[in-house]
């Protein structure tokens, strides 16, 4: 992409509201737009982030079993009813009339749309387990949208939902997300620790929630710092093995880690004092295993083995899409701007050219830039006149991994300057040396 074709407006002026460090290089990287309270346009900078968590997202989940479908944003109230959650969830649903007089919402969660999907194909115990997800825009009427994309009212949400025979096998679907979880945010570059959470009405140790510290987090958080270094399952893991899944799931829960919500003192002043860690941190996943609650009151049963008809077990597992992009840059920036992990990056490499007007440098630029795109690479190239100092600030704003500059000094020299915006490394080499290590990497 030539910087000269693409829509990246840069700014300098921030609002006094953005007041963490996320917002305000999102705001001037040009990646997001607000257009009303916690509701936003993802410009094209944010959207390819965007695109790209939503894609690992969905790689881990699929991994793990897990099937895609689409549910609207848009739901009718009566099912809401069949629950009791229509006039439970309170002043954070935005309750929408249509022109017949009918009551829908925008939806802030799936819970009943999936369970009547489910209970209106699924009848035998022979379907089951099964996992269902979707990555669909929800609206919650926040009381102090904030941060951002970080406290929208309108955010992107991997939503999955099991459907089990039995608490065992909820048990075992439950583990399943929790592996994939640790696989998912490995590969996005961010370490979630997984901390108990409050599971509700039912009960039971099966709800965790997956936070990234990071100082601007609205949670206070309490681990044993063992939990940190406790490594992800990794690409070769095997979903059916039950004993794994459970092993993957006991290595991490041994250690304490709880935010303040379920912080108990007594329990975390017993870890030796030089591996307690006090810091704050980002929710970026809930899962929760949540029985019969939906199931029973809207009748989601199937026939057993046996015979029976039996109310199925079911869980719902979260993932704040929209809200990693921020949180991933909370998590990796630097005084020049953000520092994108490789995997999330909008472009994978930056290539300056310092005088596009010199035909030498063009063309030297150029059979780069057609190297790399033939290489698989997404380049954002900066051909634009501007002075060489802005450019180079903008190229660290921004972030990429890598970036290559290429001047008349190089033309006549034959080298590019290659620079590692992580370290800062720069070093100088042939073109095809340039491309040679941007390829291993
Ligand atoms: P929070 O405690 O941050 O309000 P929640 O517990 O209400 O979140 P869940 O219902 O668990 O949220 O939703 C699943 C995930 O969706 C969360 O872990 C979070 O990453 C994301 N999320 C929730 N609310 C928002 C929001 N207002 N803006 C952006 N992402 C959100
Ligand atoms: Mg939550």
């Not at 699929?62 to 848009?74: C, F, K, Q, V």
């Not at 704050?280 to 809930?286: A, K, M, S, Y």
């Not at 005088?355 to 290489?375: E, G, H, I, N």
């Not at 720069?426 to 941007?438: G, M, V, Y």
């Amino acid at each position: 992409m030539r910087l000269t074709r693409f829509f990246l407006p840069v700014t300098k002026d921030v609002p006094a509201d953005a007041t963490i460090v996320s917002h305000q290089l999102m705001l001037r990287t040009g990646m997001i737009r607000q257009n009303g309270a916690g509701i936003y346009s993802w410009l094209p900078l944010g959207f390819r982030v965007l695109k790209k968590i939503e894609q690992i997202v969905r790689e881990e989940m699929d991994r793990a079993g897990a099937i895609e479908l689409l549910m609207p944003t848009l739901q009718q109230a009566d099912l809401w009813r069949e629950s009791g959650r229509y006039e439970d969830y309170g002043q954070e649903m935005l309750r929408i009339e249509d022109r017949h007089g009918r009551d829908m919402l925008y939806g802030p969660t799936n819970e009943e749309m999936i369970t009547d999907i489910f209970r209106t194909y699924v009848k035998s115990y022979k379907a089951l387990p099964l996992n269902l997800y979707h990555q669909q825009w929800k609206f919650r009427d926040e009381v102090r949208p904030r941060f951002g994309i970080m406290r929208g009212r309108e955010f992107l949400m991997k939503d999955a939902y099991s459907f089990d025979l039995d608490e065992a096998g909820a048990r075992v679907s439950y583990q399943r997300m929790f592996a994939a979880y640790l696989n998912t945010f490995e590969r996005l570059g961010v370490k979630a620790i997984p901390m108990q959470a409050d599971p509700g009405p039912i009960g039971g140790d099966l709800s965790h929630e997956f936070l990234i510290l990071a100082k601007s987090g609205e949670s206070a958080v309490f681990c044993d710092r063992e939990v940190l270094d406790v490594p992800a399952p990794g690409p070769a893991f095997d979903f059916s093995d039950i004993s794994a899944l459970e092993a993957e799931t006991d290595k991490r829960t041994r250690f304490y880690a709880a935010t303040d919500e379920k912080h108990d003192p007594s329990v975390f002043e017993q870890i030796p004092e030089d591996r307690r860690v006090e810091a704050r941190g980002i929710e970026v996943g809930h899962i929760f295993y949540f029985g019969t609650k939906y199931s029973g009151p809207m009748k989601a049963e199937v026939q057993s083995q046996e015979g029976q008809l039996v109310t199925i077990h079911g869980g719902s597992y979260g993932i704040g899409v929209s809200r990693l992009v921020g949180a991933i840059i909370e998590a990796s920036h630097d005084e020049d701007g953000i520092v994108w992990p490789a995997s999330v990056s909008p472009f994978d490499v930056g290539l300056i050219s310092m005088k596009p007007d010199d035909d030498a440098v063009s063309a030297m630029a150029d059979a780069l830039y057609d190297k790399l795109c033939a290489a698989g690479k997404d380049v954002l190239y900066d051909d634009s006149s501007d002075r060489a100092g802005a450019k180079f600030n903008r190229m660290d704003l921004i972030g990429l991994p890598w970036s290559i500059t290429i001047g008349p000094r190089g033309v006549k020299s034959g080298c590019v300057e290659l620079k590692h915006r992580a370290t800062g490394m720069k070093t100088e080499l042939s073109p095809e040396d340039a491309l040679a290590r941007i390829l291993e990497a």
